[in-house]
């Protein structure tokens, strides 16, 4: 996502379309052709007809949120697995051991980043009803 990055902050208005929409468009439009020139005025025709919406870039605060979240499903997700290894009867001492300690790793880095994910949410206040449901979530996990 570098260059719709590059162009936004070089003041272009920036779409970002999938191209299953230019493709069918050329379908619509009779276009038989696909050379890199005739794909040019394709695309420049679907824009001044469909005007697609303009990209704006996430908000560092909601990639920051959005990283976090992952983090914590993710964190979760091992958690769940390593609970379902826990539950096989066949286990040696050792192994049951070593799954119970990384599970109590587990826990405790999804605290933490329960943590900070209402740290994350408090310091940005602007964002906070946005985030709220998100919060919601988080906290029922």
């Given amino acids: 996502m570098r260059l719709p990055l590059f162009l ?3 003041d272009h208005t920036v779409s970002i379309v999938n191209p299953a929409r230019i493709v ?34 996430t908000p560092k605060e909601v990639e920051q949120l959005q990283v976090l979240l992952l ?19 066949r286990l040696d001492a050792q192994t049951r051991q ?10 405790t880095r999804i605290q933490e980043v329960k943590k900070r994910l209402h740290a994350h949410i408090e310091q940005h206040e602007t964002r906070k009803q946005v985030v709220y449901v998100v919060d919601l979530a988080a906290r029922d996990c």
């Fill in 8 to 10: 936004y902050h070089a």
């Fill in 98 to 107: 070593e799954i119970q300690e990384h599970l109590q790793d587990l826990s």
């Fill in 71 to 89: 983090r914590l499903e993710s964190l979760q997700q091992m958690e769940r697995q390593e609970a379902n290894r826990l539950e096989k009867s």
């Fill in 24 to 57: 069918a468009f050329r379908k619509s439009e009779g276009g038989r052709t696909k050379t890199d020139k005739q794909d040019a005025k394709l695309i420049a025709h679907f824009c001044a007809q469909k005007q697609p919406v303009a990209w704006v870039p």
